[in-house]
């Protein structure tokens, strides 16, 4: 069996336990074990394979079954509905109902749409060319870092990204221009809640600029393992990395060979956003693996 049938099987599996346990508590460590991958790829090989975060199937799969019984099961109240559906109050599910599908749900259990339904339904692969980046194989040797720990509102990494900029400058301990600059996320932020999601700024330390002491900006002293990494760059803004990430899970990897490793995937800012024009950037992106 290919790696690409592997992984794709893999997703079919996370899929078939989703439809059939819609009434247990399902999050995104107990699916990734399903899966048998690690929780830092896991959303995005999912991602990869049907179009849809792990998340938006989930609720998706629960909205399907609740359409049903708006719609056949007359004498089921839709407060039981959205109960089962895993909502709090059938006013809560009432709005994402209507989000979903531009309908209430007692608008659709008097006369459901259902063609603007099964377009809900029709899940479209991320538009990412299969030639579209250029990837080679690499041993990233153990980095000696110093880091900031960003937690929280991705919209707000830069304000944290700033701090460690002024600590870099004040400290000399990791001077921008000649030190690497790293980004470590702990997952992808358009699936994960706010408060859960982490992402480390880094900068290389030289030979006898360790032992970082307690400062005011909270850098602490940490490493980047050695590891075999999948290497792609990003050209651009950097609210578009997605697109290379994606190439890399949806395009990359099936037809590698290769297996995925348990660190999350990282990037290099080879250059930043105040030194250059946004479309100048460039990111390396880097994939781990096993």
């Known amino acids: 069996m290919s790696n690409e049938d592997a992984l794709e099987k893999r997703i079919k599996r996370v899929c078939d336990y989703i439809n059939h346990n819609l009434d247990l508590q399902l999050d995104l460590t107990l699916l990734s074990e399903v899966a048998a991958l690690s929780r830092y790829h896991f959303h995005r090989v999912f991602l990869a394979y049907t179009g849809v975060s792990v998340v938006k199937f989930l609720q998706l799969a629960r909205f399907k079954r609740a359409s049903f019984q708006l719609a056949f099961e007359l004498d089921t109240k839709i407060t039981d509905i959205a109960l089962g559906a895993q909502f709090d109050s059938s006013e809560a599910f009432a709005r ?145 990395l997605e697109t290379t990430i994606y190439a890399l899970y949806q395009h990359w990897l099936p037809k590698s060979g290769e297996q995925l490793g348990s660190h999350p995937c990282f990037f290099e800012y080879l250059n930043l956003i105040h030194e250059v024009d946004e479309c100048d950037l460039r990111t390396d992106v880097y994939l781990p693996l096993a």
Not at 119 to 137: C, G, I, N, Q, W
Not at 149 to 170: C, I, L, N, T
Not at 206 to 230: D, L, Q, W, Y
């Open 96 to 240: 994402a109902f209507k989000r979903t599908f531009k309908q209430t749900p007692s608008q659709f259990r008097q006369t459901p749409n259902w063609p603007n339904w099964y377009r809900v339904f029709e899940f479209t692969l991320p538009a990412v060319e299969e030639d579209s980046v250029k990837v080679l194989t690499v041993a990233f040797e153990q980095t000696p870092i110093a880091y900031l720990m960003h937690q929280g509102d991705p919209q707000r990494v830069y304000e944290s990204a700033a701090k460690f900029v002024a600590w870099r400058r004040q400290s000399r301990r990791s001077a921008i221009a000649n030190s690497r600059t790293f980004g470590i996320p702990n997952g992808d932020p358009n699936i994960m809640e706010e408060q859960a999601f982490k992402f480390k700024i880094c900068g290389s330390l030289h030979h006898g600029s360790t032992n970082i002491t307690e400062n005011e900006f909270g850098v602490k002293e940490g490493i980047i393992p050695a590891m075999r990494c999948a290497k792609a760059t990003h050209f651009g803004s950097h609210d578009t």
